[in-house]
């Protein structure tokens, strides 16, 4: 699959962010990461589907990654696939019926996905691989950017990749938390193909010029592989 980065707005400047958005994208970044925390499931409280559908009356058309850190999560689900979502990942520990709820999303013409903590085994994948379009891997304990990454999350995104090449489905594979030009090319050759950047993009002095080299690693290390 072609490689995506995805600039999580965790980390940009929300008195602006509509214009830092935009910014991203006009500097080659692929999908808009959107992190949703509850101050329940994790220790933080971030933003709510109105500021979703708010960016998209703002006429941002790019595909939204929606990351729902709730919990329950049956609820958010359909309101945000009311804002506008494109992607919408859920955590198994958050809802009882995992099944059900990413079949929900995608009976609304959104894709699913599922999201693994540093310590969630991944034998769930297993039970629900047909009815994923991505999975993503958490290299930090969700919760807060700017976390250091975990180096022992390349294992499980090797894991997981093993699992999705298994499967026959075209299935993305993202990792998320502490994700650099400096560690990028190490997440490629592990088998990632979407890598979410918060800190390290948003608190560059030139985006264009982030983004431009995390591709150039991950262009490298796909050459090299």
Avoid: C, W
């Avoid at 072609?2 to 958005?21: C, H, K, M, Q």
């Avoid at 609820?75 to 979502?85: H, N, Q, T």
């Avoid at 969700?142 to 299935?171: H, N, T, V, W």
């Avoid at 997440?187 to 608190?203: E, H, K, N, R």
């Amino acid at each position: 699959m072609t490689p995506f980065i995805a600039p999580s707005i965790l980390a940009a400047d929300f008195a602006r962010l509509g214009d830092e958005v935009n910014a991203v994208l006009d500097a080659g970044a692929d999908i808009i990461h959107f992190d949703v925390m509850d101050n329940h499931y994790v220790p933080n409280l971030s933003v709510g589907p109105l500021v979703l559908d708010s960016l998209r009356k703002h006429g941002i058309t790019a595909p939204m990654d929606v990351h729902l850190m709730v919990k329950p999560v049956d609820r958010l689900v359909g309101d945000f696939i009311e804002s506008g979502a494109n992607i919408i990942s859920v955590h198994p520990e958050a809802t009882e019926h995992l099944h059900r709820t990413l079949s929900v999303i995608r009976d609304a013409g959104v894709q699913p996905g599922i999201v693994f903590n540093p310590a969630t085994p991944l034998t769930v994948l297993a039970e629900v691989i047909e009815l994923v379009d991505l999975v993503l891997i958490m290299s930090v304990n969700p919760g807060f950017g700017g976390q250091k990454f975990i180096p022992q999350s390349l294992d499980k995104l090797a894991q997981a990749r093993a699992m999705i090449d298994a499967s026959g489905r075209e299935i993305r594979l993202e990792i998320d938390g502490g994700i650099k030009t400096e560690n990028i090319a190490l997440a490629a050759a592990a088998g990632a193909d979407t890598f979410v950047a918060g800190s390290a993009i948003f608190g560059s002095a030139d985006y264009r010029e982030t983004i431009t080299a995390m591709k150039a690693e991950i262009a490298s290390q796909r050459a090299s592989g």
